[in-house]
């Protein structure tokens, strides 16, 4: 690992005026960005700490309007009270993320600011159609995540929290790594008023995306035995030494079964 500065950050404004010192790179959990930066992959001049700022902390939940701020971590997203009354398909979720060391220090800012192509978060959002908001805008979850590891946010702009409508029915189910607890394909569904979303992680070539074939199968009768017979198509899916695309274009099937179980259940 290089050497760097440290900083950390008071307040947002600190945080956004600290990202112009040198190369300077966002610190939240760490859970990419120390490895990384181990491994030599990273070598930011700077480190903005971010897990000091109470303002990017906590749960609000106001009827069927949720917001969870930028620097909540993952076990506290999954033993949130409100949350799980509300909305019990995302706590659950962040429950089975990584292990204890990683749901204790990791963040839901850090996991969909990184977007990793492999993560829970934002198949979520994007099934959940949540709003990701900045200390410049809002930005649909539709329109943020714009790739592999990428993502619409600017230069100095940082996460402040994630809002969305509490659905009426949700749940996420993935088959994972058993080493990284990745998933190798994540089926978030999500039946709002609104309609049916269907978002899928870990398998697509350009990250995360929506399945037409499976939303337009679930518009008018919202039950596993809708799926019979889906097919998903392998092109534009991921191959490698976990699964080919056509293996991941049949676990698409299979995970969005169960979780459409589990939601009705």
């Known amino acids: 690992m290089y050497s760097f500065n440290y900083h950390r950050a008071a307040s947002v404004a600190d945080a956004v005026k600290l990202l112009e010192t040198g190369d300077a790179k966002l610190l939240s959990g760490g859970m990419t960005l120390i490895p990384a930066m181990k491994t030599r992959l990273a070598a930011p001049s700077d480190l903005v700490d971010l897990s000091h700022i109470e303002e ?33 398909s995302l706590a659950h979720m962040a429950s089975r993320i990584g292990d204890p060391a990683v749901r204790y220090k990791g963040t839901i800012g850090g996991s969909i600011a990184n977007n990793d192509p492999a993560a829970d978060y934002p198949a979520a959002l994007l099934a959940l159609d949540a709003t990701i908001v900045t200390n410049k805008r809002e930005i649909a979850a539709e329109a943020f995540f714009t790739g592999l590891f990428e993502t619409a946010l600017e ?58 074939e499976i939303e337009a199968a679930l518009a008018t009768n919202f039950d596993a035995a809708a799926l019979n017979g889906v097919k998903v198509p392998a092109n534009d899916l991921m191959s490698d030494i976990h699964a080919s695309a056509d293996y ?14 589990a939601a009705n259940a």
């Open 155 to 212: 230069d100095g702009e940082v996460v402040t929290a994630v809002t969305f409508t509490a659905p009426t029915k949700a749940a996420y189910e993935k088959f994972r790594n058993p080493a990284s607890r990745y998933a190798i394909v994540g089926v978030f569904v999500a039946s709002g008023a609104d309609g049916v979303r269907v978002a899928v992680t870990g398998a697509g070539d350009s990250g995360i995306f929506r399945s037409k």
């Open 56 to 88: 990017l902390k906590g749960i609000e939940v106001a009827g069927s309007s949720i917001t969870i701020r930028a620097a909540t971590t993952h076990h506290d997203v999954a033993s949130d009270e409100k949350l799980k009354k509300a909305c019990p």
């Open 248 to 261: 991941r274009a049949n676990l698409i099937v299979v995970m969005a079964k169960r979780a459409v179980a």
